[in-house]
């Protein structure tokens, strides 16, 4: 097995982020803050209207990634996440609110499949050894953000609950 250490994201501009890390003897969860421009650019290489872009560029994103660690399976629910911000609850929109507004908009069907690629997904069962992640994609705040994340074990859910926090989550800024 491969020992692999956590790399430094450099962004467009040279600004460096470090990944938040969270380690628990059951699950390890890394998460990235990425800018407007870099998340842009990497929709727009992938043909997204400026239309879509638009309203992309206005969010904040964080790459999440997760590690089951266990020997159980680990259950992802991100409605039982809990983002806030600056003392206030920062609503963090399901996918199925993507999926009207790009349809709404009248988005080409393969673009609307792009962006739902590249979302977290919004529960998932990891088995013990299993890694997967995704974006979440936020409303843009420039105050720290705070997340408690509650996850289900056991086959059936019936196991602990495992409960991450930490406040450490910020959203990136382009400079300007």
């Not at 870099?38 to 790459?63: D, V, W």
């Not at 929109?93 to 507004?101: A, L």
């Not at 994609?137 to 705070?146: C, E, G, K, Y």
Request: proline share 6%; charged share 25%.
């Amino acid at each position: 097995m491969l020992n692999t250490l956590p790399l430094l994201v450099v962004i467009a501009n040279m600004q460096v982020v470090q990944p938040v890390i969270i380690k628990t003897p059951d699950l390890e969860l890394e998460f990235t803050a990425r800018t407007p421009n870099q998340m842009g650019s990497f929709y727009e290489a992938r043909g997204f209207p400026k239309s879509m872009l638009n309203i992309l560029k206005k969010h904040c994103y964080i790459t999440a990634g997760l590690t089951n660690m266990s020997d159980q399976k680990i259950w992802l629910d991100l409605s039982r996440w809990e983002f806030s911000s600056a003392g206030k609850p920062l609503k963090r929109e399901h996918r199925d609110y993507w999926k009207k507004r790009w349809q709404d908009m009248g988005i080409p069907l393969n673009k609307q499949s792009t962006f739902r690629w590249t979302l977290i997904p919004e529960s998932l069962d990891y088995l013990p050894g299993e890694h997967e992640g995704g974006n979440l994609v936020l409303p843009f705040t420039n105050q720290p953000i705070t997340l408690k994340a509650t996850f289900s074990t056991g086959e059936n859910k019936q196991g602990k609950e495992i409960i991450i926090t930490t406040d450490q989550l910020f959203c990136a800024e382009d400079e300007q």
